[in-house]
């Protein structure tokens, strides 16, 4: 009796290795997720492979790729990751055109179902990103590390980490050092952090690093710093989270569905005095640390590995499935466990 052909998956992704952004960091983990059942390439567009099913990242950046393969009747996932779920959906026509060609829609946390068109909703499902649990490594102890780990973008919005260093200039705020992590993809944004960095010792910028010597520092800092005005579900938080270090993160969207609207760590975005006041708090009151800890020690679980590639594989029977099927694009059931 024959074998059945392994079915043949591409992984569509707007960056690639690289550029080490979030996007490739998914593309990566998911991919190595389906190998265990399925013969998976990464790239970047389609230009007509003999691929069985898409499951595409970004709805405007992988717009032409999501059309192309729609168009040869063979199905499409499509991740929204951030920026197209956040704004471009409500005015790009190709991101527009992007979700009503997938045959299945994902978001990386709850919250974002509520961003989708209602007559869409049904064809969604929430699969929350992981990290392996790391456990936390000894802080450096002359200094208070505050992380600031992303590619420097406007959506990432590092100047108020920035800005609020700048209001805490008493003795204790002394001991702080911000690290800055990421890559220079705003040249103005760049220019403004090494300007900051020369006027106020405290700020050391580290530039872009390997994935591995990210978590590594993340793991012994003492809060990671997430300023973001636009956040799919971000990798880096999860990073922190499941490394026992607390987050203190713009109230927005992408981190409430993560953390929970009541998580204690939230600012207003761009609220360079909250996230200052914020800061003090973490210098000052243990037992406040403690208690952001704890709140992300809760939500740890739901980011483990196993349950995220349970889901990806999931997804992609599914999604085979429905190619098999044909016709139009078919609901999928929502993983929104809490």
């Given at each position: 009796?024959?074998?059945?052909?392994?079915?043949?998956?591409?992984?569509?992704?707007?960056?690639?290795?690289?550029?080490?952004t979030?996007?490739?960091?998914?593309?990566?983990?998911?991919?190595?997720?389906?190998r265990?059942?399925?013969?998976?390439?990464?790239?970047?567009?389609?230009?007509?492979?003999?691929?069985?099913?898409?499951?595409?990242?970004?709805?405007?950046?992988?717009?032409?790729?999501?059309?192309?393969?729609?168009?040869?009747?063979?199905?499409?996932?499509?991740?929204?990751?951030?920026?197209?779920?956040?704004?471009?959906?409500?005015?790009?026509?190709?991101?527009?055109?992007?979700?009503?060609?997938?045959?299945?829609?994902v978001?990386?946390?709850?919250?974002?179902?509520?961003?989708?068109?209602?007559?869409?909703?049904?064809?969604?499902?929430?699969?929350?990103?992981?990290?392996?649990?790391?456990?936390?490594?000894?802080?450096r102890?002359?200094?208070?590390?505050l992380?600031?780990?992303?590619h420097?973008?406007?959506?990432?919005?590092?100047?108020?980490?920035?800005?609020?260093?700048?209001?805490?200039?008493?003795?204790?705020?002394?001991?702080?050092?911000?690290?800055?992590?990421?890559?220079?993809?705003?040249?103005?944004l760049?220019?403004?952090?090494?300007?900051?960095?020369?006027?106020?010792?405290?700020?050391?910028?580290?530039?872009?690093?390997?994935?591995?010597?990210?978590r590594?520092?993340?793991?012994?800092?003492?809060?990671?710093?997430l300023?973001?005005?636009?956040?799919g579900?971000?990798?880096?938080?999860?990073?922190?989270?499941?490394?026992?270090?607390?987050?203190?993160?713009?109230?927005?969207?992408g981190?409430?569905?993560?953390?929970?609207?009541?998580?204690?760590?939230?600012?207003?975005?761009?609220?360079?005095?909250?996230?200052?006041?914020?800061?003090?708090?973490?210098?000052?009151?243990?037992?406040?640390?403690?208690?952001?800890?704890?709140?992300?020690?809760?939500?740890?679980?739901?980011?483990?590995?196993?349950?995220?590639?349970?889901?990806?594989?999931a997804?992609?029977?599914?999604?085979?499935?429905?190619?098999?099927?044909?016709?139009?694009?078919?609901?999928?059931?929502?993983?929104?466990?809490?």
């Amino acid at each position: 009796m024959s074998r059945s052909p392994i079915s043949r998956i591409v992984v569509v992704s707007p960056t690639l290795a690289d550029a080490n952004t979030g996007n490739w960091q998914t593309a990566r983990r998911w991919a190595r997720f389906l190998r265990t059942r399925y013969r998976v390439r990464i790239a970047r567009d389609w230009a007509g492979e003999a691929d069985d099913a898409m499951i595409a990242l970004h709805a405007r950046r992988s717009a032409a790729a999501i059309a192309a393969f729609a168009a040869s009747g063979r199905p499409v996932a499509l991740v929204l990751t951030g920026t197209d779920l956040y704004r471009d959906i409500r005015h790009d026509r190709d991101a527009q055109r992007s979700l009503v060609l997938a045959r299945r829609l994902v978001v990386l946390q709850p919250q974002g179902l509520g961003e989708l068109p209602p007559a869409l909703r049904g064809r969604a499902t929430v699969i929350e990103q992981s990290a392996p649990a790391l456990a936390p490594a000894t802080p450096r102890q002359r200094t208070y590390d505050l992380l600031l780990v992303g590619h420097l973008r406007a959506e990432k919005d590092p100047l108020t980490a920035v800005r609020a260093l700048a209001r805490l200039d008493d003795a204790a705020s002394r001991r702080i050092r911000l690290v800055h992590v990421g890559g220079a993809h705003d040249e103005s944004l760049a220019r403004q952090m090494r300007e900051a960095a020369r006027s106020d010792r405290r700020i050391e910028l580290r530039g872009p690093l390997p994935h591995a010597a990210t978590r590594s520092l993340i793991r012994r800092g003492r809060v990671l710093l997430l300023p973001s005005l636009i956040e799919g579900g971000a990798n880096v938080l999860i990073e922190a989270v499941t490394a026992g270090v607390p987050v203190l993160a713009s109230r927005i969207g992408g981190s409430i569905g993560l953390l929970g609207a009541r998580y204690p760590g939230f600012f207003p975005p761009g609220d360079d005095a909250a996230l200052a006041a914020l800061i003090h708090r973490c210098l000052g009151e243990p037992a406040f640390v403690e208690r952001l800890r704890a709140h992300c020690a809760r939500c740890a679980p739901r980011f483990a590995p196993a349950r995220e590639a349970a889901a990806v594989l999931a997804l992609a029977h599914n999604l085979l499935e429905s190619g098999c099927a044909g016709g139009a694009p078919a609901p999928s059931s929502r993983n929104t466990e809490r």
